[in-house]
C-alpha cells in the first residue's frame, strides 16, 4: 500500500473526539495489558517478517498462487511458532492472523483434526507410532469424514473398511461414487495420510464408523498409492488457497493397527469391542464450536473496521443544500447500518469468551467424573455457534454493501472476510440442524419443569410467568431487556412445546410432531441464543467504569433494541410490549446511533487491528483509502502488459470481422 | 459434465406428482407459446454452438483465462445475434443468456451505455459521425462517469473539461487521485474510446456536468495515447471477466465537436448555451431499473431451481427413525428456506414485467407531450429496483446454504449467481437513495392529499383511514392480503410525515428533519414497493384457471404472508392485526409449505432454465448431481499435475527441515 506519514484530517478528528480510551477497551479485549502488549508484538513481528520475504497480496493472486502462497506462509507460521515456543493457543491465533488473515492455511487440519484425532481416539500404543510422525511432518494429515453423498448424518457414510482375518488387514473401499471422500481441507494436493471415517465390517457384520489411518501418497515421492485416486475439488467461494480434496479408495490395504482403537476395538480374530461412552467427543465438539463464535464475531469486528473507518474518510452528497459534501456516516441510514454491526461485534465476540469460561467450567467438572452441565453446554455452543455465524455473515454483506462500488473490490478485503465467515453457517454443524438441537434441550428443560423438578441455572428464566408486562421505558434498563428476551424464549418455548405435545397427544408420530413443528422449534433455539448474547453482554458492564461504562452501555442497549425492533411481532403478540413501548424502541433505536456515532472510530480503533490484519486500502488506520486503491489497481495481473494477449488472439479478429462490414477508413486516431 | 440419459428417480417422481402442467406456466412467463418456442430455438442454438467450440467451463479458471473467455464468448455473440436479425431485446437477452449465464460480458457497455448516450445526447450530425464508428467496432466504447472519490453524487465529480477557444478544443485532465475514473466496465482493457463526465468549465466559468467523447487507445496499435493512464482495477467479487477499470487523463485534447451538444451547447467563442428539460434522462433511467427487477428475479429464479431439485436428489438423515433417509426438501425447515424463495422469484419476475408494462405506457404519454405520470414512474421503479436487488441477493445466499457444503463449492453455480446479482444494490442508484427517493414522492403525495388535491392512482390508498382492522382469516383472500399492505404503506407514510412536519414546525431545517428520520422513511419507501409486489401478484391471477391457478394463488398467499409475518410488527403495532391473526398466519405459512411442497419441481421446471443456462452440478435437469460435481472436480487446475511445482518449491523443504529435528528413518512407505 503507498506509504504516507500523514493521517486523514476527518479521522484524525474523529480520534480526538472520541469520549473514551480506546486502549482501555483493548486491555479488556484481550485480558489486560500484559497480554495487548505480547499480542501487539507477535502481530507486528509477523507483519515486518512477512514485508521483508516480499510476499504479494492473496487478493491479487490467482488461485495455484494463493495455495502457493498459503504453503509459503504455513511453513513461516510453524516454523517461527516453534521457535518463539508459542504454546498458548490464543497467541498462536494472533500470531497466525497476522499472517495468514482470512486466508486458508494448508496445515490447519494436520495440526487440529489430524493430530487431534490421534491424541483423543488412539490407544499409547497407536500414539507412540503415529504422534512423532506426525509432529515431524513426515506425515501430512487430514480427517476426511464428509462424503458427496453424506455430510451431517454420520451413520449414512458409504466407505467401507472391512476386516481381512487371514491378513490381518482392512480393505478399504469407495463403493459408490456418493461414497467418494469429498471436501477435506488439504486433502488434494497437501496430505499424504489421513484419518479415514468408514463403516467397520468384521465377520459380516456392520458395526458401524469407526476412524481409520490410511496413507495416501508415498513419502518421497508424493504419488498416491495404488488403489487410491486423489484430487483437488475445484474452484470455490473462497478458500482457494487451499485444496479441499476428493478421495477414492478401491481396496487399499491398512493393517488392523490402524484402526484407532481407544474406545472401541477389533481383535485380531475380528471381535469387535463396543466403546464405553462417546461424552468425550461431545466436549470437543462444544469447544470448536465455541471459538466459532469468536472467530466470527472477530470477522465481523474486521469488517465494522473497514466500513466505519471508510465511512469516515468518504464524503458524499449533502445534507444541507449549499454546504459542503458530508462524511457518509453522518447519514442516519449509514449509521444504522454499521452501527448495529458494531455492537453486534462485541456482542458475539464477548459472548465467545462466556461460552470459552463456561466449556473450562464444565470440563473440569467433567474431568471430576460430572457430566451433569454436558446438555447444558451442548444446547448453548450449538445455538450460539448458529446464530454468530448467521448474524456475522449477514453483518459483514451490509458492511460490504454500506462502502458502495468500492466493497466490491478485493482490495476493500470485505469479499475475502465474507467467504471466509460464511462456512462457519455450514461446517461443524449445519446451522439448523444447531438451533433444533437447543430447541430439544430446551423442550425437555420445559417438560422437566412440568414435571416440577428443577431446572438447570442457564434456563430457570423459563419459569418466567407468561402474562407478564414489560417494564421497559426510555432509559432502557438492561436489566429489563434482558426480561424481555427471557419472556420471548419462555412464550416460544412454552407454545412450541405446547403445539409438539397437542400432536402427539392428537395421535401424531413423535418424529412427525417434530417436523411438522421445526420452523419455529428452530426460531425458538435462535431466541435462546439471542437472549443469552444479551444477557452476557449486560453482565460484563460490570468490568466497566466512566466514561467507557456508558459507551459499552449503549452499545449493548442498541444490541438489544436493535434485535427487538427487528422482531417486535415476538414482543407485541402476546402483549408482552404495548404498542407505545414498540415505537419507543423504534425512536430509541435513532437516539443510540446519535449518541454512538461521536465514538465509531474509537470503538473500531479498540479492536486493535493492524493494517495487514485487515489487509484492506479502505480500513487503514490512517484513511488514505484513495491512494491505496489506486496502488492496489497497478498491480491487477491484467495490466502486466499494456496490450494483452487476448486482445489480438480474440478482440482484433472480431473487430476486424466487423469493420470489414463497413467502409470507414482505418486510422489510429480520429 | 456427466453424458447420462436417466433421469434421477427422485426428481422424475416429484414431476409425476404436480398437480399442474409447468408447460402452461412456462408459456405465461414467456409470453405466450411461440415466443417460448422461439427463446428455446434460441437457447439451444447458443448452447450447441457454445459445446462445438469447447470452452471451458468459467469457473474452472483464472481471471485471465475468463477475461479471454467472455471476449470469445461476446465475439460470438454478437457475430452470430447480427446473423440471425435478433432485434427484439428479450430474444437478445435469451440468447446471450445462454452464452454468458452469469459471466459479465466485455461489450455489453460498448452496445448499451456507450451507443445509447451517443444516440440521446448527440447532435444528429454528431450522430453520423461518431455511429457508423461505433457499430462497427473501430470503437470500442464505454462511459466513464464514477470516480475513486465520487460515485452517486453526481455534481461532486472533479474530471475537468476546460475549453481553450485558441485552439477550439477541450482539456481534458484528472486533477487530483479522488478524480480518477474508477470502475467503468471494459475500461482497463478493451475500450479505446469511452464517454468521460466532466466539469465544464468555459471563460473561467464551472458550467456543470457534460459529457465528452474522449478517443484513449490508439485504434491500430491499441496502445494508450499520450496523456492516458488507463487500466484494470484488479480482482473483485464477481464480474471477473470483464476489465473495470481506471482512467487518468493529463491535458488530453479534444475539438469542440466531441462534446455531445444535444441538449446543452457550447459555442466556438465558449459561451454555454443550457438545456431546456433532463426529464428524458430520467425516463431512460427508469427502464435500466425496470429492466434490473426482472433480471434480479431471474437470478433468483435460477438459484431456487438449482437448490430446489438438488433438495429433492439429496437424501440426508431420517424423520422417521428406521426407515430411509428423506429427501431433504421434507424437512419443513427446508421448506421454509426455500419455498418463499421460489415464490419471491415469481413475485419479482411479475413485478418486473409489470413495471415495464407501466414503463411503455408512460413513455408512450410522454411522446405525446404528458409528464404526469414520470414522478409516479420514477418512485416506483426506484423503490422496485432497490426491494428486488436486496431480496434477490439475500434470496440467492439462502438458496445456497439450503445447498449444504456443495453450495460452496464453484460446481454448484450458486456463488456466480451471487456475485453477480448483488452488485444490483448498489449499481444504477444505491438501494438507500433509491428507497428514499421513493418515501419523498410518498410524503408529497400525503402533502397534497392533506391540501385536498387528488392523487394519483397508484397511490390512491393513502386515504385509507387509520383505524381499519384487517378482514383477515384462514382463507387468506388475496384482496384482504392487498389491503393488509395498503394498510401496512399508509400508516407509515402517515407517522413519518407527520414526524418530519413536526421536527421542522419545532424549529429543524428541513433538511435536518428529513435526515433525522431518514432510517423510518427508508423503511417506508421499502414497505411501498413490497405492497406494491404483493397487488401486481394478486392481479396477475385473473391470468390463470384450473389447477394451475391453484397453486399461482398459494404461491401469492406465501409470499404475502411471509413478509407480513417477518415484518409482524409493523401490523400488530397499531393493532390493525390481532395477536389471533398473528399466529394464524404464522400457522398458515405451515400450511401453505405442505401445499405447494408437491409442486415445487414443477414450479421450477416452469422457468425453463436449460442446464446450459443454470450452469450448475446441482441444478441439474436430471439429477444426476454427484456424478457432475466428480467430474467438475477433476477439472481443477490443480489436477493437472499429480505432484505440483509447489510441492517441491515449498511443502517438501519445509517438511524437511522438521525431519532433521527427529531421528526416524526416511521412507516412502509406512
Given at each position: ?18 469520549t473514551f480510551d480506546p486502549e482501555q ?26 514485508k521483508k520475504m516480499g510476499f504479494k ?301 463456561y466449556y473450562i467450567k464444565v470440563t ?307
Amino acid at each position: 500500500m503507498a506509504a504516507t506519514n500523514t493521517v486523514n484530517a476527518d479521522l484524525a478528528r474523529e480520534r480526538q473526539r472520541a469520549t473514551f480510551d480506546p486502549e482501555q477497551l483493548t486491555n479488556f479485549l484481550y485480558n489486560g495489558a500484559e497480554r495487548t502488549k505480547r499480542k501487539r508484538y507477535l502481530q507486528n513481528l509477523a507483519l515486518q517478517d512477512l514485508k521483508k520475504m516480499g510476499f504479494k497480496q492473496y487478493a491479487t493472486l490467482s488461485r495455484m498462487e494463493q495455495y502457493e502462497l498459503e504453503l509459503q506462509k504455513s511453513a513461516y507460521a510453524f516454523t517461527m511458532g516453534d521457535k518463539l515456543g508459542l504454546t498458548d493457543p490464543l497467541e498462536g491465533h494472533y500470531f497466525r492472523e497476522a499472517i495468514m488473515p482470512h486466508e486458508p492455511a494448508p496445515y490447519n487440519l494436520h495440526n487440529s483434526m489430524f493430530i487431534d484425532t490421534i491424541e483423543k481416539m488412539a490407544t499409547e500404543e497407536q500414539k507412540a507410532k503415529w504422534l512423532p510422525l506426525a509432529k515431524s511432518y513426515r506425515l501430512v494429515g487430514t480427517y476426511a469424514q464428509t462424503e458427496l453423498g453424506h455430510g451431517s448424518f454420520l451413520r449414512g457414510l458409504e466407505t467401507t473398511a472391512t476386516y481381512d482375518p487371514k491378513t490381518k488387514e482392512f480393505v478399504i473401499n469407495s463403493p459408490t461414487i456418493t461414497s467418494t471422500k469429498y471436501w477435506p481441507g488439504a486433502l488434494g494436493k497437501t496430505a499424504n495420510c489421513c484419518v479415514v471415517m468408514a463403516q467397520l465390517i468384521s465377520n459380516g457384520q456392520h458395526l458401524g464408523m469407526q476412524s481409520f489411518l490410511v496413507q495416501i501418497r508415498d513419502l518421497d515421492t508424493h504419488h498416491p498409492l495404488p488403489g487410491v485416486t486423489v484430487g483437488d475439488i475445484g474452484n470455490k467461494f473462497g478458500y482457494q488457497g487451499i485444496d479441499n480434496g476428493f478421495l477414492r479408495l478401491n481396496n487399499v490395504r491398512i493393517p488392523r493397527e490402524n484402526m484407532l482403537m481407544k474406545n472401541a476395538k477389533l481383535l485380531e480374530d475380528g471381535t469387535y469391542i463396543k466403546p464405553k461412552s462417546d461424552r468425550l467427543i461431545y466436549g470437543a465438539m462444544t469447544f470448536i464450536r465455541a471459538v466459532i463464535v469468536g472467530d466470527v464475531g472477530r470477522g465481523l469486528a474486521k469488517a465494522a473496521t473497514i466500513a466505519v473507518r471508510y465511512s469516515c474518510v468518504r464524503r458524499q452528497s449533502k445534507i444541507e443544500p449549499g454546504a459542503g459534501e458530508v462524511q457518509v456516516l453522518d447519514f442516519q441510514t449509514q449509521q444504522y447500518r454499521l452501527l448495529p454491526q458494531l455492537a453486534t461485534a462485541y456482542a458475539l465476540l464477548n459472548a465467545g469468551r462466556n461460552m470459552l469460561l463456561y466449556y473450562i467450567k464444565v470440563t473440569a467438572n467433567m474431568n471430576q467424573g460430572s457430566f451433569a452441565q454436558l446438555p447444558q453446554l451442548h444446547a448453548l455452543s450449538a445455538g450460539l455457534k448458529a446464530l454468530s455465524s448467521w448474524r456475522a455473515s449477514e453483518g459483514v454483506e451490509v458492511c460490504r454493501l454500506a462502502c458502495g462500488g468500492h466493497g466490491y473490490s478485493a482490495a476493500s478485503g470485505l469479499p475475502k472476510i465474507y467467504v471466509d465467515v460464511t462456512p462457519a453457517c455450514t461446517y461443524e454443524g449445519e446451522n439448523y440442524v444447531m438451533v433444533l438441537q437447543t430447541a430439544r434441550f430446551l423442550l425437555k428443560c420445559m417438560s422437566e419443569l412440568q414435571q416440577g423438578q428443577q431446572l438447570p441455572e442457564m434456563v430457570t428464566f423459563l419459569q418466567t410467568p407468561p402474562e407478564g408486562r414489560s417494564r421497559l421505558d426510555e432509559r432502557l434498563e438492561l436489566s429489563d431487556l434482558v426480561a424481555a428476551f427471557e419472556h420471548r424464549t419462555a412464550r416460544m418455548v412454552r407454545e412450541v412445546a405446547g403445539k409438539v405435545q397437542g400432536a402427539v397427544s392428537q395421535g401424531s408420530k413423535s418424529y412427525d410432531a417434530w417436523n411438522n413443528n421445526s420452523v419455529e422449534l428452530a426460531a425458538t433455539g435462535t431466541a435462546f441464543a439471542e437472549g443469552y448474547v444479551v444477557m452476557a453482554f449486560a453482565e460484563t458492564m460490570s468490568s466497566f467504569t466512566g466514561p467507557l461504562k456508558s459507551v459499552m452501555t449503549a452499545l449493548c442497549r442498541l444490541y438489544a433494541v436493535t434485535v427487538m425492533t427487528n422482531n417486535l411481532g415476538d414482543f407485541l403478540k402476546d402483549g408482552y410490549l404495548s404498542s407505545q413501548q414498540a415505537s419507543m424502541l423504534q425512536s430509541r433505536v435513532l437516539d443510540l446511533l446519535k449518541e454512538l456515532r461521536p465514538n465509531a472510530v474509537a470503538l473500531v480503533d479498540a479492536f486493535d487491528f493492524p493494517d495487514g490484519v485487515l489487509d484492506s486500502a479502505l480500513g487503514r488506520w490512517d484513511g488514505q483509502v484513495y491512494e491505496a486503491l489506486y496502488d492496489y489497481s497497478l498491480r491487477s495481473k491484467l495490466n502486466e502488459k499494456e496490450v494483452l494477449d487476448a486482445y489480438h488472439k480474440y478482440q482484433r479478429p472480431f473487430m476486424e470481422s466487423q469493420w470489414r462490414k463497413s467502409d470507414l477508413p482505418v486510422t489510429s486516431r480520429l
